[in-house]
Nanobody, 125 residues
Framework: QVHLVESGGGLVQAGGSLRLSCAAS????????MGWFRQAPGKERQFVGG????????YYAGSVKGRFTISRDNAKNTMYLQMNSLKPEDTAVYYC??????????????????WGQGTQVTVSS
């Protein structure tokens, strides 16, 4: 399986920025897409954005589009989430995921095979 580790979370004021990293190791040969999800207390896990591992095509949830940017370094097996103009409603545990999904199915958490343990992002007002 793929082992994923997130880092970069923390406490930030509204309007500030954070950069999250997700390092992948293990058997990554079947990974076509990597994505970011987040989950607030009492809420379902929510899609944030994703990236096609080879082609680099990115896609985002409407709530973060224009504020968040996903990138990757294929050689390092690492994905990044640059978060700007953060809002209190962005507060959540952020998870990275890897899967063999393609296209629209990659918006669903059910279509990913491997998950990291999560990193807490807290945005204060």
């Amino acid at each position: 399986q793929v082992h994923l580790v997130e880092s970069g979370g923390g406490l930030v004021q509204a309007g500030g920025s954070l950069r999250l990293s997700c390092a992948a190791s293990g058997r990554t040969f079947s990974t076509y897409t990597m994505g970011w999800f987040r989950q607030a207390p009492g809420k379902e896990r929510q899609f944030v954005g994703g990236i096609a591992w080879l082609g680099g095509t990115t896609y985002y949830a409407g709530s973060v589009k224009g504020r968040f940017t996903i990138s990757r370094d294929n050689a390092k097996n690492t994905m990044y989430l640059q978060m700007n103009s953060l809002k209190p409603e962005d507060t959540a545990v952020y998870y990275c995921a890897a899967g063999s999904c393609l296209g629209l199915g990659c918006y669903s958490s059910r279509n990913y095979d491997s998950w990291g343990q999560g990193t807490q992002v807290t945005v204060s007002s």
